[in-house]
């Protein structure tokens, strides 16, 4: 079984960066597609950003293309989300999930889910 954990939350003002972690543990998860997702207070979550195994192919949502980047490092079995001029639109619960094969958007193709780490962007 493989377990995830987010860490990188925090506090900061608009126009600002934050780098999220996602640590997996349990299984090797080289061969497996990462994401991130996200969900803010009275809504539905929704896809961030998305990696291909071996970190060729990446997907992420309209609105946060050029200002988020995500990446991996199967040495540590961690996917990162670097998140620069963040806007208080951006502040939601982001989780990070894990699906064998290729990346997809749906949330529903993820099996694995971590806790969840609060992104609050003040304006």
């Known amino acids: 079984q493989v377990q995830l954990v987010e860490s990188g939350g925090g506090l900061v003002q608009a126009g600002g960066s934050l780098r999220l972690s996602c640590a997996a543990s349990?299984?090797?998860?080289?061969?497996?597609?990462m994401a991130w997702f996200r969900q803010a207070p009275g809504k539905e979550r929704e896809f961030v950003a998305a990696i291909s195994w071996s970190g060729t192919v990446t997907y992420y949502k309209d609105s946060v293309k050029g200002r988020f980047t995500i990446s991996r490092d199967n040495a540590k079995s961690t996917v990162y989300l670097q998140m620069n001029s963040l806007k208080p639109e951006d502040t939601a619960v982001y989780f990070c999930?894990?699906?064998?094969?290729?990346?997809?958007?749906?949330?529903?193709?993820?099996?694995?889910w971590g806790q969840g780490t609060q992104v609050t962007v003040s304006s």
């Open positions: 999930a894990v699906r064998y094969g290729e990346p997809r958007t749906g949330d529903r193709l993820y099996d694995k």
């Open positions: 349990g299984r090797t998860v080289s061969t497996y597609a």
